[in-house]
Nanobody
C-alpha cells in the first residue's frame, strides 16, 4: 500500500506559480501511474493530470493544459505538479493519487489511493 503526503500549497496571486510535491512511501511506487486531481468547495473532483510509471507519458485536463506540468522522480519516490499562470478558478484542494500498476491515469476513476490534499488559493 502506497501512502502519499502532499506539500507546497498556499496563497498566490493570479498569474503566479506554485509547485506541489507528493512524497510517497511504499516499495512499489515506481511501478504505478500517478496523478493529481482537485476539488473546489461544492464541486465534484476534477482530474488535473496523470503520469505513467516511467514518467515518459503525461495527460492533462484541457483546463490546465499548457499551464501545468507533472513530473516524477522515482529515485526520490516523489511526484510534482508545477503550476504556472494560475487563475482564480484553479483554487481548490489538490490531491496526489496513485493510478493502476503500469498504467497512466486519465480520469478521476483511475485513481486508487490519495493523500490528505493541499490547499491552493489563487487571488484575483
Amino acid at each position: 500500500q502506497v501512502q502519499l503526503v502532499e506539500s507546497g500549497g498556499g496563497l498566490v496571486q493570479a498569474g503566479g506559480s506554485l509547485r506541489l510535491s507528493c512524497a510517497a512511501s511504499g516499495r512499489t511506487f515506481s511501478s504505478y501511474g500517478m496523478g493529481w486531481f482537485r476539488q473546489a468547495p461544492g464541486k465534484e473532483r476534477e482530474f488535473v493530470g496523470g503520469i505513467s510509471w516511467t514518467g515518459g507519458s503525461t495527460t492533462y485536463a484541457d483546463s490546465v493544459k499548457g499551464r501545468f506540468t507533472i513530473s516524477r522522480d522515482n529515485a526520490k519516490n516523489t511526484v510534482y505538479l508545477q503550476m504556472n499562470s494560475l487563475k482564480p478558478e484553479d483554487t481548490a484542494v489538490y490531491y496526489c493519487a496513485t493510478g493502476t500498476q503500469f498504467g497512466t491515469p486519465t480520469r478521476v476513476a483511475d485513481f486508487r489511493t490519495w493523500g490528505q490534499g493541499t490547499q491552493v488559493t489563487v487571488s484575483s
